[in-house]
């Protein structure tokens, strides 16, 4: 809801008035219609037995592609081996179950979606009992799964077998989880998905991504807060190859070139001179720094405990260093 002023208030005429804060999560429900877990969306399952996740969260190195891909293998029951990964396209059944939208933040991925994707690896695992149980004419009950198999006493059949078959199959309304105690990837050492690519060169970055007319700016800006561009000479910098043009913007002085790397160089030859701005005085500011240092912080929460007397405490009860004992040891 958007904030309304006093008049406005006023003149609605309204008897009762009830103020409240939506949480983050219920202004998204409100904005959004909730994703729908929809293991087609999610799971792609190749005939050579491959499993390729769709994610619709950024990897920025933080390790959630693998994080997630653990999620979905766990209750899949695949083989870790043939898992893949890729970005998801632009699709609502991909938005951040608290923003309501395609994001990343706040250390969200895992804490939001780890009940997701394992639906998602459940969900899936469902579908293609079903479709092995169909094929063998058999109840799925009597089936179980390992290692990227649905298995049948001494018969099998591989995910890559069964995928087009389960894919037609409608998703189940719920499925049951597996306990923490049989887990088999949530919590344990796997090989990263993302290494490799990163490693060999072939991981796409957005630099990377090149089209005809497409061009790159770097903004040469100031080096302290408040200042302004008083004059600049961009001669040097018109001489790198790649560079097309250099204007000035409100940010600073930006450097426009075929590529990346010629709008780098044409930006470290760039000649900008500043004008420091009155109201911002570097040698004030640190001087307010450093007597603000000086002064006790504010207090987050009541103090609960005395901090000094529980170490002073737990100093006395150290044992005294042995001779020759390694420095560090207790």
């Keep these: 809801m958007s904030p309304l002023s006093r008049r406005e208030l006023l003149a609605t005429g309204t008897g009762l008035v009830i103020a409240f804060n939506m ?5 998204a ?31 920025m190195g933080q390790g959630n592609w693998t994080g997630l891909a653990m999620l979905v293998a766990e209750e899949l029951e695949c083989d870790w081996s043939k898992m893949r990964v890729e970005h998801s396209p632009a699709a609502q059944a991909y938005a951040h179950l608290e923003f309501g939208t395609m994001a990343v933040g706040g250390s969200s991925t895992m804490r939001t979606e780890f009940g997701r994707y394992r639906e998602v690896g459940a969900m899936a695992r469902d579908m293609l009992v079903r479709a092995a149980a169909a094929q063998w004419k058999t109840s799925p009950h009597k089936l179980h799964t390992e290692n990227g ?9 591989s995910y890559g077998q069964l995928a087009n078959a389960a894919m037609q199959l409608a998703p189940p309304n719920s499925v049951k989880l597996k306990k923490k105690s049989d887990w088999k990837y949530i919590g344990k050492q796997v090989r990263r998905l993302d290494t490799p690519e990163k490693t060999n060169g072939s991981a796409k970055f957005g630099m990377d991504v090149q089209f005809e007319g497409l061009r790159t700016a770097l903004v040469a800006r100031a080096p302290v807060f408040g200042a302004k561009v ?22 600073g002085v930006a450097v426009i070139a075929k590529n990346f790397w010629s709008a780098k ?3 470290d030859a760039l000649q900008v001179e500043w004008e420091k701005s009155p109201e911002v005085d570097s040698e004030k500011l640190w001087a307010s720094y450093r007597e603000l240092s000086k002064k006790p912080g504010d207090v987050a929460a ?19 260093m042995a001779e020759g004992e390694p420095k560090g040891s207790v």
């Design 23 to 27: 949480p983050r999560s219920g202004r």
């Design 29 to 59: 429900a409100a904005m959004h219609p909730k994703a729908k877990t929809d293991p087609n969306a999610f799971v792609r399952i190749g005939p050579d037995d491959t499993v390729t996740l769709q994610i619709g969260h950024s990897e």
């Design 149 to 157: 198999f649905v298995v049948h006493g001494s018969q099998k059949l």
């Design 230 to 251: 008083r004059s600049f000479d961009a001669s040097k910098t018109k001489a790198v190859k790649g560079v097309e043009q250099v204007v000035q913007v409100p940010s």
């Design 265 to 267: 160089l044409g930006r």
């Design 302 to 320: 009541k103090p609960a405990g005395d901090v000094d007397a529980a170490l002073g405490s737990a100093a006395k009860k150290l044992e005294p």
